[in-house]
């Protein structure tokens, strides 16, 4: 008796349960992670429109789910696309255009999200949570005593805000470049050019 496969080879192959398997993994972790992070523009759009405490809230909120939440499901979409070409018995060849691609858009998106955007994003928590402490700006609510008259200079935004203004056009770009690599990998993974190779 041989459970799981009935003629040599059953195990492997496009029709097997583990590369079925790996398929439903690699779909579910791109859906999971990709989409936890696809639209986080609109979360730093919101946390700059509200301001202080509250916009602070929403970049918290938003850096959770991308750095606790996302990450690990992005990560799984390379383990589970190299398990689906292993378990393919040969269906998927390295040699093919598109996976070998798709792998490279990959690293030059980790790249990009590790040496350039995480540590902008992190670098404007930062700089949001110094400004929520800082409560706002004379004439802005506050009313005299509310201890920010050695903060910004008068007639102008303190620091903080003039490089987190900056830092937030920089994010709008390396989050669009992702967003952009991830719509050309999923080019890749439906018409597959040079799938004959």
């Not at 955007?117 to 802005?140: F, Q, T």
Request: avoid cysteine; hydrophobic fraction near 50%; glycine fraction near 16%.
């Amino acid at each position: 008796m041989r459970p799981f496969r009935h003629q040599q080879g059953d195990i492997m192959g496009p029709g097997s349960f583990l590369y079925k398997l790996a398929v439903y993994l690699h779909v579910t972790s791109a859906i999971l992670g990709f989409g936890s992070v696809f639209f986080m523009g609109l979360y730093g759009k919101a946390a700059s429109e509200k301001k202080g405490k509250e916009g602070h809230a929403i970049s918290e909120a938003a850096n959770k789910v991308g750095e606790g939440v996302a990450t690990p499901f992005i990560y799984a979409v390379l383990v589970t696309g190299i398990l689906m070409v292993l378990f393919s018995k040969g269906s998927l060849k390295w040699s093919a255009l598109w996976i070998w691609l798709a792998i490279a858009l990959f690293v030059i998106a980790l790249g990009i999200s590790h040496g350039l955007h995480r540590p902008n994003l992190k670098a404007m928590l930062a700089l949001s949570g110094e400004l929520a402490e800082m409560g706002p700006p004379p004439g802005a609510g506050g009313g005299a005593g509310d201890g920010n008259d050695a903060g910004p200079p008068a007639g102008g935004p303190p620091p903080q805000a003039i490089e987190l203004e900056a830092r937030g056009k920089k994010a709008a770009i390396y989050g669009s470049i992702l967003n952009l690599l991830v719509l050309v990998t999923l080019v890749l993974m439906v018409w597959k050019p040079g799938a004959g190779s």
